[in-house]
Protein backbone atom coordinates (compact mmCIF):
# COMPACT_ATOMS: atom_id res chain seq x y z
CA UNK A 1 0.00 0.00 0.00
CA UNK A 2 1.44 3.46 -0.57
CA UNK A 3 2.11 5.34 1.81
CA UNK A 4 3.01 9.34 1.88
CA UNK A 5 3.46 11.27 4.54
CA UNK A 6 4.52 15.04 4.71
CA UNK A 7 6.26 17.20 7.46
CA UNK A 8 7.82 20.11 8.18
CA UNK A 9 4.95 23.08 7.35
CA UNK A 10 4.05 25.98 9.49
CA UNK A 11 3.68 29.69 10.41
CA UNK A 12 6.42 31.57 8.53
CA UNK A 13 7.15 35.14 8.01
CA UNK A 14 7.68 36.60 5.04
CA UNK A 15 10.55 36.09 3.65
CA UNK A 16 11.26 33.25 5.69
CA UNK A 17 12.18 29.52 4.64
CA UNK A 18 10.91 25.88 5.43
CA UNK A 19 11.76 22.54 3.96
CA UNK A 20 8.91 20.17 3.63
CA UNK A 21 9.54 16.60 3.53
CA UNK A 22 7.32 13.79 2.86
CA UNK A 23 8.49 9.93 3.50
CA UNK A 24 7.21 7.34 0.96
CA UNK A 25 6.47 3.86 1.51
CA UNK A 26 4.91 0.82 -0.06
CA UNK A 27 7.00 1.29 -3.57
CA UNK A 28 10.28 1.38 -5.08
CA UNK A 29 10.62 5.00 -4.01
CA UNK A 30 13.71 5.21 -6.43
CA UNK A 31 12.14 4.46 -9.21
CA UNK A 32 9.52 6.41 -9.77
CA UNK A 33 8.91 10.44 -10.02
CA UNK A 34 7.38 12.77 -7.38
CA UNK A 35 5.87 15.95 -7.05
CA UNK A 36 4.79 18.54 -4.63
CA UNK A 37 1.26 20.89 -5.33
CA UNK A 38 -0.49 22.96 -3.19
CA UNK A 39 -4.14 23.93 -2.98
CA UNK A 40 -4.69 27.90 -1.11
CA UNK A 41 -8.07 29.06 -0.02
CA UNK A 42 -10.76 29.15 -2.81
CA UNK A 43 -8.54 28.02 -5.46
CA UNK A 44 -7.30 24.69 -7.50
CA UNK A 45 -5.00 22.64 -6.28
CA UNK A 46 -1.97 23.47 -8.27
CA UNK A 47 1.59 21.51 -9.22
CA UNK A 48 4.56 23.41 -7.85
CA UNK A 49 7.24 21.21 -8.70
CA UNK A 50 8.63 17.74 -9.68
CA UNK A 51 11.22 15.67 -9.99
CA UNK A 52 12.23 12.60 -12.26
CA UNK A 53 13.87 9.01 -10.99
CA UNK A 54 17.02 10.06 -10.63
CA UNK A 55 17.04 13.52 -9.26
CA UNK A 56 18.62 14.91 -12.18
CA UNK A 57 15.90 16.40 -13.87
CA UNK A 58 13.13 19.03 -12.01
CA UNK A 59 10.61 21.27 -13.23
CA UNK A 60 8.75 24.34 -11.07
CA UNK A 61 5.87 26.76 -12.26
CA UNK A 62 7.19 29.77 -12.79
CA UNK A 63 5.82 32.09 -9.45
CA UNK A 64 8.20 29.39 -7.41
CA UNK A 65 11.39 29.38 -10.11
CA UNK A 66 14.83 30.30 -7.74
CA UNK A 67 12.98 30.36 -4.41
CA UNK A 68 11.61 27.10 -4.17
CA UNK A 69 13.94 23.64 -4.53
CA UNK A 70 12.87 20.09 -5.06
CA UNK A 71 15.35 17.10 -4.10
CA UNK A 72 15.04 13.28 -3.09
CA UNK A 73 17.11 11.25 -1.31
CA UNK A 74 16.18 7.70 -2.74
CA UNK A 75 18.41 5.58 -0.09
CA UNK A 76 16.05 7.35 2.92
CA UNK A 77 12.72 7.40 0.38
CA UNK A 78 12.11 10.62 1.21
CA UNK A 79 11.18 13.92 -1.31
CA UNK A 80 12.29 17.47 0.10
CA UNK A 81 11.06 20.93 -0.96
CA UNK A 82 13.14 23.99 0.47
CA UNK A 83 11.36 26.90 0.04
CA UNK A 84 13.22 29.77 0.45
CA UNK A 85 11.76 33.65 0.62
CA UNK A 86 8.46 32.52 1.13
CA UNK A 87 5.74 34.99 0.24
CA UNK A 88 1.93 35.28 1.63
CA UNK A 89 0.81 33.87 -2.02
CA UNK A 90 2.96 30.64 -0.86
CA UNK A 91 0.26 29.94 1.63
CA UNK A 92 -1.73 26.84 0.87
CA UNK A 93 -1.86 23.23 1.76
CA UNK A 94 0.88 21.32 0.55
CA UNK A 95 0.67 18.03 -0.88
CA UNK A 96 2.96 15.16 -1.94
CA UNK A 97 2.23 13.40 -4.96
CA UNK A 98 3.20 9.84 -6.22
CA UNK A 99 2.01 10.74 -10.18
CA UNK A 100 2.75 6.97 -11.02
CA UNK A 101 0.03 5.58 -8.07
CA UNK A 102 -2.43 8.86 -8.34
CA UNK A 103 -1.45 8.84 -4.56
CA UNK A 104 -1.48 11.70 -2.60
CA UNK A 105 -0.25 12.65 1.16
CA UNK A 106 -2.43 14.06 3.78
CA UNK A 107 -1.32 17.57 2.97
CA UNK A 108 0.53 20.03 5.16
CA UNK A 109 -0.03 23.36 6.44
CA UNK A 110 2.34 26.42 5.12
CA UNK A 111 1.03 30.31 6.61
CA UNK A 112 3.26 32.96 5.22
CA UNK A 113 2.35 35.68 7.15
CA UNK A 114 3.71 38.55 9.69
Known amino acids: QVQLVESGGGLVQPGGSLRLSCTASGFSFRVYAMSWYRQAPGKERELVAD????????YYIDSVKGRFTISRDNAKNTLYLQMNSLKPEDTAVYYCHAPSFRSWGQGIQVTVSS
Open 51 to 58: IISTGETT
